[in-house]
């Protein structure tokens, strides 16, 4: 059986009723319970009642099973193979490597900066970083780079091509040096659907690309980090830059970032808890960046205040972007089309199209995730607008690379014919990487009875109990059924219910 694994809430999240922060974490089970109690106040705060019996029916009858919520089943993470570490990929450079495995070292202190990733990481990561950065070998032709990228949900896919888009910008850093840090490009687009994917995305890339691991890194290949950016409808601002425009439409970043900077150690926890949830912008100095308060905004034709810094790896403003194209930029297939119609954003393809002339053996990578959206007239209209981005930047299909993402592809073969179809590429050139199991040995499937008993179990005298027999009682029925004997349910209550 797949290892079971339980998530509690931090003692740092609030209470969903009272928007208190609690004293201790919450279970699963208290979190369900925080959920339906907060749902059924506001019903009975909206729809007011007033006569005592209509009022306790209503209570009632919205605290039962299946009115306002059903009980919660729960799914297990699953467990995939770790059969190979970074160094096993034959071919990956040297700065890559070294790249990674600082990024994953285990901090042996409280001061240590944070793990990024696992080395030895997921086999689908592994083999999307070795598909991508050195290809796949067939019998005939040029080796596989395009990938489509097929596991389930919580499987790490994110990191199926951030960690290709990571080394795909050291490698040429490293090889390049400062041609690659003079040169402004987009060298990664990553496109999404809707704006909501993106924004969710946008924390993962400023915890990567702005870890002082890796802006160090890149600064010693090429003078700057690598850079990235959000351009979509939330960024500020569309339109000409003035200095008019400026004071009234990026004022609210200093009415909240930069006071909350100004604050001191009034603010500090929560500066430090959004910094560490990719809630924060990826400046390296935001109030330099953002400047003093009364300065003048413009001088003479130049512009003053919000301009690009040099160890900035976030770019915050659409004028930003104009004028120093990010290596990466996230947005949705939505803008990117009114982007390669409007005269406004010419120079970043311009400089992207400068950048691939100039540089015959790099390739512009595409990345689609959540590809499995792209169907029907909605699908016609993203694979005609690729085209279309091809065609702007001047590059044949194979100058384009492609990492499609989805948990909802189910045959290998259709999902290939589909990612070459979505990107006009050639169905030979992409490998399909999907999930492997690390299933306990020997496994088996759960039977009907074993289900049952797991629905049984008091899950709030389980977490109640204070002692190791205490929490073997609730457990009792499934573990014996189990095999399992009774001295060693007294003595590992906790570490048997891991281990089944």
Not at 35 to 60: C, F, G, K, M, N
Not at 76 to 85: E, G
Not at 108 to 119: G, N
Not at 450 to 472: C, F, M, N, P, Q
Request: charged letters at 25%.
């Amino acid at each position: 059986m797949t290892t079971p694994t339980v998530t509690e809430v931090t003692s740092g999240s609030p209470d969903l009723a009272s928007g208190e922060v609690p004293s201790s974490p919450l279970t699963i089970g208290e979190t369900v319970h925080e959920l339906h109690r907060a749902l059924q106040d506001y019903i009975e705060a909206t729809y007011h009642v007033s006569h005592p019996a209509l009022v306790e029916e209503r209570r009632a009858l919205l605290a039962s099973n299946g009115v306002i919520s059903q009980r919660p089943f729960f799914e297990s993470t699953p467990r995939y193979r770790t059969d190979r570490r970074f160094r096993d990929i034959s071919g990956l450079p040297q700065s890559v490597l070294d790249l990674f495995e600082t990024i994953s070292r285990k901090p042996e202190s409280d001061v240590d900066p944070k793990r990024l990733i696992f080395d030895p990481p997921y086999e689908h990561q592994l083999r999307a970083v070795e598909t991508a950065l050195v290809g796949i070998s067939k019998e005939a032709g040029p080796p596989r780079q395009d990938l489509v990228v097929m596991t389930g949900t919580g499987s790490g896919k994110t990191e199926s091509f951030l960690l290709p888009i990571l080394g795909k910008l050291i490698r040429e850093a490293s090889a390049r040096g400062h041609g690659f840090g003079e040169q402004a490009a987009v060298r990664a687009l990553v496109l999404y659907p809707m704006n909501a994917l993106v924004n969710d995305q946008l924390g993962r890339m400023r915890l990567l690309f702005a870890d002082p691991r890796v802006v160090a890194a890149f600064k010693i290949a090429s003078g700057r980090p690598a850079r990235f950016a959000r351009y979509t409808s939330r960024t500020l601002y569309p339109g000409v830059r003035n200095a008019k425009r400026d004071q009234a439409r990026l004022r609210p970043i200093g009415e909240y970032y930069v006071e909350k900077l100004e604050e001191g150690s009034a603010s500090e926890s929560l500066v430090r808890e959004l910094q560490e949830r990719g809630k924060w912008p990826a400046k390296a100095d935001l109030r330099s960046w953002y400047g003093e308060k009364g300065a003048r905004w413009e001088r003479d034709g130049e512009f003053l205040r919000c301009n690009t810094m040099e160890d900035d790896a976030e770019l915050l403003t659409r004028h930003e972007v104009h004028a120093h194209p990010p290596d990466v930029l996230i947005t949705n297939y939505s803008m990117l089309e009114y982007m390669l119609m409007r005269p406004l954003e010419r120079p970043v393809f311009d400089r992207t199209r400068d950048w691939l002339e100039q540089n015959p053996d790099e390739r512009f990578l595409l990345v689609l995730d959540e590809a499995h959206l792209y169907r029907g007239a909605a699908g016609t209209e993203v694979a005609l607008l690729i085209r279309r981005l091809r065609s702007r930047l001047g590059v044949p299909p194979e100058r384009l690379q492609v990492i499609c993402t989805s948990a909802s592809f189910s045959d290998t073969t259709k999902a290939a014919e589909f990612g070459a179809q979505l990107t006009g590429k050639s169905i030979d050139g992409f490998e399909v990487v999907t999930g492997e199991l690390a299933l306990r040995s020997p496994d088996t499937e759960g039977t009907a009875k074993e289900a049952e008993l797991l629905a049984s179990i008091d899950l709030d005298a389980y977490h109640k109990a204070v002692t190791a027999d205490g929490r073997v009682d609730p457990l009792r029925s499934f573990l014996e059924a189990r095999g399992l004997s009774a001295q060693r349910l007294q003595t590992n209550a906790v570490t048997s219910m891991v281990q089944l």
